[in-house]
């Protein structure tokens, strides 16, 4: 079975624009989390999508957004870019059923915002 | 709410020698506890998990971890580690239902030959 991609690996932008992230889920899993990665620090999650719906979310302003397509892979948007968004965004895929299952992370997209 | 504290930022140890990675919890529901592994440019792979039942759990690799739910420790430890195993650990709660993770903030464990 495929693992999970993240697209692009690398991005560079500048503050105030716009971004989007794609990830592709594992195989048979239909829940998508995203984490951003700040350098030296754990992941931070910032939310959840379960059938193309949010399903949960962390302490992140309303320009992270994302998206679920139907065949389960998931866009986050970020908005209006600010310099401290610069950080490894991580997808992570899981089958559903609770917290019990576990989460399969890809490799992520460094973005770095100057 | 949960929150994951990992006491030891860093931590270099001697080729095959025992290493302890601390983590503590805090929670006002029953979790689930994990830890995950991560090599350099590379995403978060599962270590091992505590779900129910024994409170210690073995990865594949040697590590093992014993929950304490008095002392809301969730430690992880090997008797000998290999060069290999030098990565950056990381320590998961979530709650039951979850849909949020919580992280600690990463051990780097450095094995010196």
């Known amino acids: 079975e495929t693992g999970v991609t993240q697209s692009p690996t690398h991005l560079i932008k500048t503050r105030g624009q716009q971004v989007t992230l794609r990830c592709s889920s594992q195989s048979g899993h239909n829940t998508v989390s995203w984490y951003q990665q700040a350098l030296g620090q754990g992941p931070q999650f910032i939310f959840q999508y379960y059938r193309e719906e949010e399903n949960g979310r962390g302490n992140f302003p309303p320009r992270f957004s994302g998206l679920q397509f139907p065949n389960y892979s998931s866009e986050l948007n970020v908005n209006a870019l600010e310099l401290d968004d610069s950080a490894l965004y991580l997808c992570a895929s899981s089958r559903p059923g609770g917290g019990g299952n576990i989460q399969y992370f890809g490799a992520g997209t460094r973005l770095s915002v100057l | 709410a949960q929150s994951v504290t990992q006491l030891d930022s860093q931590v270099p140890v001697f080729e095959e020698a025992p290493v302890e990675l601390r983590c503590n919890y805090s929670s006002s529901v029953s979790v689930y506890l994990f830890w995950y592994v991560q090599y350099p440019n590379q995403g978060l792979q599962l270590l091992l998990k505590?779900?129910?039942?024994?409170?210690l759990v073995e990865s594949i690799n040697g590590f093992e971890a014993e929950f304490n739910k008095s002392q809301t420790s969730f430690h992880l430890r090997k008797p000998s580690v290999h060069i290999s195993d030098t990565a950056e650990y990381f320590c998961?709660?979530?709650?039951?239902?979850?849909?949020?993770?919580?992280f600690g903030t990463g051990t780097s464990l450095t094995v010196i030959p």
């Open positions: 505590y779900l129910s039942g024994s409170t």
């Open positions: 998961a709660v979530t709650s039951n239902t979850g849909n949020q993770f919580y």
